[in-house]
């Protein structure tokens, strides 16, 4: 009995009908034409009695072997009653590799049953190599479960391209909110930071699970490993049917102590692994494998970034200024939010502020503190609760007060969005509107999350009845709208995304995600993931810039509003290491306020208007050309843009040096094209009794 | 029939004579005497339908009244088969109140069988009220299920001194780690951390367990609530037997949407229910309640001193110092750890020093730096992993050039250890011996979290096997044995420490923990809460300094080794944020440093010798006797010591005015009995080109 290619559906039929094919092809006595597929760059040899795929990347000679666990070509997950188990597809009874054309293998496991303690079941995978290029493509064309199981996932190839922990010199490479790269070796460190790091690669958390589009999720659909003389780089479908599981420096240990009584006899290892749901994927679902000799992770983000281009994601700032002249005003601009409460409440006790207080703030920046360029996002100027985001608050002074404001904002030639949210639902509204929620099949209201309780299908409805208000009495030239587009959306997210379009504004939004940029000029937080949240990776990682390596020139990007730059954060770090990695990076300087803090925060405003924000003007509509580590402890970085201005930062206490050029502590050094340089750092200093002492 | 005080023990046989005797009494006709205790100080009223209990603070005139979600007693939560529920102990048919003393009445929920869809089930405490003082002990008599169900715990009583959110001005009170104060209502805080903090407050996660005693737990065994008018406190027993559950500003909300489809009728609470676990407890596990008029987190600490001193738990460091006066050299101590890489590893590339380098590195501290006292904490000296400690490398310079090192930092009047650990197994270990675990019942090993996976009852042994022979080599002055004592031990925890003691050394050891304060000098990291694993308590809190108001005058306190103050961390803060709550709540300077990143950081040891290790060597062994927060976002801060020194600090970058005198950012103030007074700041600064610009 055929299951478990998705519930009936067009997919399933589709690979019903391939399969009935393919069942008369492998019906055949095995002639195997061959286990191998080659071309100049890359040969595929396919081991015949496990099936598992030997990876030559023949321009460095780098051979990536399979699974260095278990030689597992996969492994099937299934369920079966409330029980759920695995198969290793290499001990399948009959394993059987064909080349079906000269470019193209299927390896079809099929167990007999009771062969191995288990029942009969059949998968069959397809494997093709471009005749002119190092990609791969890998398709799974069957899966057959006996009655009473169910597929659950296919982790196929398993552990693939896998770097052995301290004798690869090498790293996983994975879009991680920005994009992060776990090394595959030991590396000089702070004490500190090595117990926490060491701790977390022994542990159970060392593996863990990505999807495309989620929240929390991969921000980009590929991944990939690399060693010094070849990478090897995965690319997942868009539809989020293939996830990544990382294996970062593990080797099961604490899995087979609780299960075996023993030691782990694996190696460790860094390996990204594809997971297939197999609710999900159709026998078109293919994952692309690019072998890039001596690439690394700005290689990978390239290769993604042509496909990106290809696929239509990638439409550039300068098009976009084309179409709309005040994008030009993101560059250079500090992104200033100023929380006065609305949401998560009106007139928050000892924070919201009035409009004519908003108002001090915007002429002191300009005036006082030199700011040229300049966001401004005010949070809590409405009457009302999300998602109905109107009238404008009297008590806080009224339509033609903050008009005044985002006149003089305008004037500046500066950008202003008020917060909205068109898809919360806040428990202590007092016109809570439970209507707005969606329901289940018993129409009974589904409150999910506060922050994206209301149903899609409304959100482009309610935007549409509260934004033009706004526009018509305010007159305002961007527009934030938070929260709806951090995730994967359906259709009514992309109409809420279409008319907020359609308005003319300059478009920002919270976190941002990939299939935004076409629309998008502005993410606030495609930055180093800040919160973990069961996520251990950030833990054993470094950031990178991979999303910008991508598309920096295609959408801003400034700091996430919860981690402003004046906030510390484990994972983040502090006002130094933020600062530093913005410009590195290539992101827009940020400040997140309560209008109480104003005071406390105006000499960081100064020094964005000096330093960070001319640098951003400098780049920000330029592509990030290239990334690299320069210090033993990946503290040191260096990056250069399109323009040809290259920035070199120290993230750490160490000085370093180089090229008989020594980075100082917390240090950074631009160098334009024409080569003018700035150098600078930063430090801590005390003062004690008038004393000042310097760190 | 009887089930669920425990398995067939002791406590159980008691229990069910125990019960004997009631079921005597309550199966008379209820001539209640009367369902209140009184004395001049508190009332408590039993409600005669639902059994719960109000309770009088009569001094103040608060009135803390039961369960605001649903006026509940308390919750029984069972097993049967696989499954759990719970039943409310208001909802018994039958509920008999009957004063049994004039100072003690019990409360007997029955359940006949059938009555609202529960089988017959029994539930009987006892709260009795001291004659003089404001103390109510609770009791819990008999626990009755029917067969096939499993009593699992008992919430008792339930969401019980509550405080109302955004109605009541007070806070929950809770030993985490140094400890923490969970405010019930809204205040001015940062527009990131406001966001994050609400956020959390708005889900599940602000429901949470803590035990005392485990790693990530209680540290000492109470916690309380707190309004503007009156404090209550509870004080659980020592073995575990009950468990504390916070509910932080949260009304379940998401667990009523999901289940009823719709929203949440109960009120927003900040309440801490004791959590009965019905296998640990006895019919003498005694939940005491202290009601204090006008109480707060200091008068709790307070009273708890005043109970850890009768237990024998609170030893003063000025009697440890009379017995070793090398005690004496922890006062204004810099605790510097110097992680040349064993554990976890041997010889780490990049990290590893020599002898020599190590000896230089002490040489510069002191004739350079100025630093006068310190306590040196040297990883990774052996040629053998965890637990052989033993014997000393020779690649890095053997045993007679480390002991030149003891003996200068000996001559310079420091302290010195290298870093122990007696009960790690590390899976790299070429030499790893299985034979150390401790066995399951079929004699399998049982390998758990490598740092603690030696069997508990060879701990002693293995240090008695090493640390003789490295004191008759080196007559080091000091012992950090690491991990072992960081969370319960039993015996075999209780001989090392025993050994440990026995050898007279001044004695540090990982994070501390309550037992062993009598034998213990320094606590490395009884801190701030600097890891969350799960524990979202730290996101919607505020450190208190609760364990030094109990125990400062008594161990000293340093920073935690992973979390130094010269890295940043969320929920601790970054250098200014460590530094500043470290002057506040009477902690010593601390530093935990990779070699090669000893350049980096001379700048830090000169500020520790200048101004953080003279303030405590003031205060290290005088009581905290005080600890307020002065600003409305609770970042200014002040406290005071036995001697006299008062510490106000400013925890964050806005100015603080009061009584003329204003609190820069990030600035502290110490006032010294004499009239001396230290004030300064710390301050951000950049150079750029040259130029200085000052945050």
Not at 138 to 143: N, Q
Not at 170 to 180: C, E, H, L, R, T
Not at 406 to 416: A, C, E, N, P, S
Request: charged content about 20%; proline content about 5%; hydrophobic content about 40%.
């Amino acid at each position: 009995m055929l299951i478990t290619l998705g519930t009936p559906s067009r997919p399933l039929q589709t690979a019903a009908c391939l399969l009935g094919l393919l069942t008369l092809t492998l019906s055949l006595p095995c002639e195997a034409i061959g286990v191998s597929l080659s071309n100049k760059l890359v040969s595929v040899d396919v081991d015949d009695t496990g099936g598992s795929l030997t990876v030559t990347d023949r321009v460095s000679g780098r051979v990536w072997e399979p699974d260095p666990w278990m030689g597992s070509a996969g492994s099937l997950i299934y369920k079966k009653g409330g029980q759920s188990g695995w198969w290793n597809l290499s001990s399948a009874s009959d394993i059987a590799v064909t080349k079906t054309t000269e470019d193209r293998l299927t390896i079809r496991f099929h167990n007999q049953d009771g062969r191995g303690d288990m029942p009969e079941w059949t998968v069959t995978t397809s494997v093709a190599l471009d005749a002119d290029s190092a990609t791969l493509r890998l398709r799974v064309l069957e899966v057959k479960l006996p009655q009473g199981y169910w597929g659950s996932t296919l982790e196929y190839p398993q552990r693939p391209f896998a770097l052995k922990t301290d004798v690869d010199r090498g790293a996983g490479v994975v879009p991680y909110w920005q994009g992060v790269t776990i090394p595959s070796y030991i590396f000089p460190m702070n004490g500190g930071r090595f117990c926490m790091w060491d701790d977390a690669v022994h542990s159970p958390n060392a593996i863990g699970e990505l999807r495309y589009y989620d929240w929390d999720g991969l921000t980009m659909p590929w991944f990939g490993t690399h060693d010094e003389r070849s990478a090897a780089m995965a690319i997942i479908p868009y539809d989020g049917s293939v996830r990544l599981r990382w294996i970062a420096n593990y080797n099961n240990a604490s899995v087979i102590a609780k299960n075996h009584f023993r030691r782990s006899e694996f190696a460790r290892i860094v390996s990204l692994v594809p997971v297939w749901d197999l609710s999900k994927i159709t026998p078109e679902t293919t994952v692309q494998y690019q072998i890039l000799p001596g690439g690394n992770h700005v290689t990978m983000a390239k290769h993604y970034r042509e496909i990106a281009k290809k696929n239509g994601l990638w439409v550039s700032l300068e098009e976009k200024a084309k179409a709309n002249a005040d994008v030009e005003k993101l560059k250079g601009a500090l992104y200033i939010g100023i929380y006065g409460g609305y949401p998560h409440y009106i007139n928050l006790p000892g924070m919201a502020f009035t409009f004519d207080r908003l108002d001090t703030i915007v002429q002191d920046m300009h005036d006082n503190l030199g700011l040229e360029h300049a966001f401004v996002h005010a949070w809590g100027t409405f009457e009302n609760y999300a998602p109905v985001m109107w009238p404008i608050s009297e008590e806080l002074g009224g339509q033609e007060k903050l008009k005044q404001v985002v006149d003089r904002v305008k004037g500046y030639g500066w950008l202003y969005s008020s917060y909205h949210s068109f898809v919360s639902l806040l428990e202590h509204d007092p016109n809570f509107n439970i209507e707005l929620a969606p329901t289940d099949d018993e129409g009974r209201p589904l409150l999910r999350h506060r922050w994206k309780a209301v149903d899609e299908d409304r959100w482009a409805e309610l935007a549409e009845a509260c934004l033009p208000k706004e526009m018509a009495v305010l007159g305002q030239n961007a527009d934030v709208t938070d929260i709806a587009f951090t995730g994967k959306v359906g259709e009514g997210g992309r109409r809420l995304a279409d008319y907020l379009s359609s308005t003319g504004l300059v478009l920002g939004t919270e976190r941002g995600n990939e299939w935004a940029v076409p629309q998008y000029h502005m993410f606030e937080g495609l930055v180093a993931p800040y919160r973990i949240h069961g996520k251990a990776l950030a833990e054993y990682s470094h950031g990178a810039p991979l999303f910008n390596l991508v598309y920096h020139d295609a959408v801003t990007n400034f700091g996430k509003i919860q981690d402003p730059n004046h906030l510390v954060n484990a994972h983040t770090g502090d006002y130094y290491i933020k600062s530093l990695r913005a410009m590195l990076q290539g992101n827009g300087p940020m400040l997140f306020i309560a209008p109480y803090e104003y005071e406390g925060v105006r000499s960081y405003i100064r020094f964005a208007a000096k330093t960070l924000g001319p640098l951003h003007r400098q780049t920000a509509f330029e592509e990030l050309v290239d990334h690299a580590y320069l210090s033993p402890d990946f503290l040191v970085q260096t990056s250069s843009f399109g323009d040809g201005t290259r920035v070199t930062v120290n993230m750490g206490p160490t000085p370093f040096e180089q090229d008989d050029k020594v980075m100082p502590p917390y240090g950074f050094r631009v160098v334009h094209r024409d080569g003018r340089v700035i150098a600078g750092r930063f430090q801590h200093q005390a003062v004690v009794n008038g004393e000042e002492i310097q760190f």
